[in-house]
């Protein structure tokens, strides 16, 4: 049914930049906000930011000014652009969206290493 697979994770250097995808199935991609959350070992799991059907975006205060959220809707993905990362960025990262539920991605790794 409902399918969202991320991709672009890895390993980067303080101050580098990642590039998240999140490629979205089994929905109507271009009416729904999608979002990016994260988690960190031993903590909450956070909203990151958010893209509505419209395109307009919300940041968490704590990445502001560094990461850009994007979508394109032809190819029903939405990204995730950061920059300047910090090892506090470091967690699985996650593509969600509400439809008849809330959907999940598997999730894709980020580590940044100082």
């Known amino acids: 049914q409902v399918q969202l697979v991320e991709s672009g994770g890895g390993l980067v250097q303080t101050g580098g930049s990642l590039r998240l995808s999140c490629a979205a199935s089994?929905?109507?991609?271009?009416?729904?906000?999608m979002d990016w959350y994260r988690q960190a070992p031993g903590k909450q799991r956070e909203l990151v930011a958010s893209?509505?059907?419209?395109?307009?975006?919300n940041y968490a205060d704590s990445v502001k000014d560094r990461i850009t959220i994007s979508r394109d809707n032809a190819k029903s993905t939405v990204y995730l652009q950061m920059n300047s990362l910090k090892p506090e960025d470091t967690g699985v990262y996650y593509c969600?969206?509400?439809?008849?539920?809330?959907?999940w991605g598997q999730g894709t790794q980020v580590t940044v290493s100082s």
């Open positions: 089994g929905i109507d991609f271009r009416i729904s906000t």
């Open positions: 969600h969206v509400k439809g008849f539920r809330d959907y």
């Open positions: 893209i509505t059907r419209g395109g307009v975006t």
